[in-house]
């Protein structure tokens, strides 16, 4: 898998590599050997929000967690973002869909999404 974040992009062989790179205030992009699809996930403490991007034309979910009413500021693209309450999830909520998109290469089931 290879890993973009702000500290550098690297080339992970292992899921557990992957989730090292898990730090909060970070945005992180996952993807295999081809630029699509990726993951793009953004962490806050306990908390992310998690962009599944299907390819380049613009086919794109993010997580949905109806049960959260919780506000979290993220920072995205160097920016503070503040998605509804709904789109945030669990950080071992997105550490799963890390662990199965690293396995599949595919949009995560271990979560519910909305379609954007």
Known sequence: MMINTSRGSFECK????????????????ISGNEPYPCLAVVINDDFAAVHYFENEDGAMWLSFNEKN??????????????PEAEAVITLDKAA????????????????????L
Not at 15 to 28: C, D, F, K, P, W
Not at 69 to 82: H, L, N
Not at 99 to 114: L, N
């Open 96 to 115: 799963l869909c890390i662990k199965e998109f690293g396995t599949t290469y595919q949009r995560p089931s271990c979560i519910q999404w909305q379609e």
């Open 69 to 82: 009413d919780k506000e979290v500021t993220f920072i995205a693209g160097g920016e503070q973002w503040t």
């Open 14 to 29: 292992t899921v557990r590599e992957t989730l090292a790179h898990l730090q909060s205030g970070e945005e992180i992009w």
